[in-house]
């Protein structure tokens, strides 16, 4: 028998079925097959590695006893242990959550460092839930419900559709995964109403989010005015969304059209270009506003004609590997009337006359520069209905 040394409340004990002392040297490097990443030991892709309801199953769990298709192990809120002692790599696993939400009565800061760390927690979870399967794809919100409702002791108050009220514009800027595994993937659009376009629950394949970087290098050119999700059950605060779902915006909108196919070996995805023409102020000769990062979520919406982009957030960034210079990326949606009955919602009156958009994708534009910022910062703004 062994007995944990780092228990917090009581001891925790479990038996070795068999003891291999060697088993670090008998075990040989390998990729997983999820990220790449060099582990040492045991394969730890499993089947509940790939489901939905399994992520927060886990997460919640105070302690759990998994069982790998090479080996047992011991999960808590701190470690996790293969009982054969063959060396488990934490990297690509999500093996806890953040200290701050599983402790009680702990206060955390809005826009803290501390609350920073748990935001980037959330979005790690959403990213790897993202790229599990769904028996009922009307579940994406409810299978992730229960780690909402913790992580709003932080994050909170107002959860709109897996999005939070006070982050709500970086939050917004969530894009479709890039990588060698999603190159050339097309993913069609829901038939199924989950949440509205702005949410990454409205898009059924795998998602990158939290694009911008900390509080203090970024730029606010919009600001949320309202934000209404609309719920089954208002029991149910962070369960599963219906029809009406609504995000009001003032913020500026610049035309844009599709510049071509972007290629390369990792990904494959359309250009956008804002017709620079149309702003009113000057570019310096180095201002890039033709789109070379993500892009569209659906390949449906690439034959669209009417798109704008909407500039939510610009970013200081360094350019160069030597970090001299800082330039500006300039973060923000794209998106286009919303005539189709797929998306309802919105003001009836607007609708008809249509002045509702829905969500097409999202994109940064790299390098601009303070200039241009400016110039972004003070182009005319108006409310901008998004169901």
Known sequence: MYQSTQAQVGSVYWDVLHDRSSARDEAKEHTTPDTGMWVIGVSCKSHTAERGWCLQERLLSNRSLVFTVDTVQLRCHTETRNIDRTEHSGNWDLSRLPDAIVRPNTEVVLGSAEWKAIHDSWWNIVIDYSRRSLSKRTDRLVAISGLAAMFASALGPGYHAGLWRYSLLRDLLWGP?????????????????????????????????????????????????????????????????????SLLLYASTLRCTWAGLHEDDMYEHRDIAVETATLPFALDPGDRLRDNFYGIDCEEDGDLQDIWFVPLIGERVERGEDGNGMSIK????????????????????????????RRVGFCAFRPLSLRALRGMSQLQKEMIELV
């Open 330 to 357: 300039l973060n923000g949606l794209i998106i286009t009337r919303a005539d189709s009955d797929y998306w309802p919602g919105g003001d009836p009156e607007s609708r008809r006359r249509g002045e509702v958009y």
């Open 177 to 245: 995964q890039t990588g060698c595994e999603c190159r050339l993937q097309r993913w069609p659009r829901p038939r199924e109403y989950v949440a509205p376009s702005w949410s990454w629950a409205s898009y059924d394949a795998p998602i990158e989010g939290d694009q911008c970087g900390s509080e203090d290098t970024i730029v606010h050119l919009a600001r949320v005015m309202a934000c209404i999700t609309p719920l089954e059950d208002d029991k149910l605060p962070f369960g599963q969304a219906v029809p009406g779902g």
